[in-house]
């Protein structure tokens, strides 16, 4: 199977099992020496239950503290379970968007996809122990809503792994303690295996940050000047800041300056 054939039927999957879908002969069996039209698709196929809901339909976020009461650590878990599926869809998206991408690139974006379909597996299978199903609750378009913007892969790494996937480097372990702390080991392991993955994930944006940059220019004000008018530097971190996480995943100390002093 080509690349690009994959990265369409994970886009517009219409059942879970669909986005969950690894390839025929695994990952390693795909082919990418066809490559198609630049396409940046707007919005992902769904599930009618994982819909993208309008903003009046939606839950608000629980608040650490509840997470003892089971309906709000099920809300926290299914908002989770949905940042999983929207980076798996814009990973698949990045796919069709920029077929003239190093190799390099896109292979590392399908081991990115392997990686949050098991992330995503993980929390619906805690949210079906707790007596809950994905998609009993409305879903939001967070990661969505910058899409359009994100018309080259230096912007995509910015957005996607250096903003959203950074800021997991402080909220896993922050929610992983909160589910510590009463006694929901299940929940925290998932956020423990995801932050070092996320390690990773960061890594790849860092690593393709210096790569378009180059070894000359500094690489924060390069991810200032590349992110859209949606983000802003103080959504890729958390309020405890893990300078530490941030070196393992090779992000350099200017850039990490420039991230502890972003409020
Ligand atoms: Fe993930
Ligand atoms: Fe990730």
């Excluded at 796919?95 to 896109?106: H, K, N, T, V």
Aim: proline share 6%; with cysteine.
């Amino acid at each position: 199977m080509l690349v690009a054939d994959f990265a369409e039927r994970i886009l517009f999957a219409d059942t879970l099992a669909g986005k969950l879908a690894t390839p025929p002969g695994g990952f390693d069996a795909l082919r990418d020496d066809e490559r198609r039209d630049p396409i940046r698709h707007s919005e992902p196929g769904r599930p009618t239950e994982l819909e993208i809901a309008s903003r009046d339909e939606r839950v608000k976020f629980p608040h650490p503290q509840n997470f003892g009461d089971p309906e709000m650590a099920v809300r926290a878990l299914h908002a989770f379970a949905n940042h999983e599926l929207m980076a798996l869809e814009l990973m698949a998206w990045a796919l069709l968007a920029y077929p003239d991408a190093p190799g390099a690139f896109r292979a590392g974006l399908l081991r990115l996809i392997a990686d949050e379909q098991r992330h995503l597996r993980y929390y619906v299978d805690r949210i079906a122990q707790m007596g809950a199903r994905f998609g009993d609750l409305p879903v939001n378009d967070h990661f969505w809503r910058c899409a359009p913007a994100l018309t080259t892969p230096l912007k995509w790494v910015c957005a996607m792994n250096l903003t959203f996937e950074q800021a997991n480097l402080d909220h896993a372990p922050y929610f992983a303690e909160h589910f510590r702390r009463v006694d929901d080991e299940k929940s925290a392991q998932i956020l423990d295996k995801i932050f070092e993955d996320e390690i990773h994930h960061v890594g790849f944006g860092a690593h393709w940050l210096r790569k378009y940059c180059g070894p000359e220019k500094n690489s924060f004000e390069t991810y200032v000047a590349n992110l859209s008018f949606h983000n802003e530097p103080a959504r890729g971190r958390g309020v405890d800041f893990d300078a530490e996480a941030r070196r393992r995943a090779g992000l350099d100390d200017t850039f990490i300056e420039g991230m502890a002093s972003s409020q």
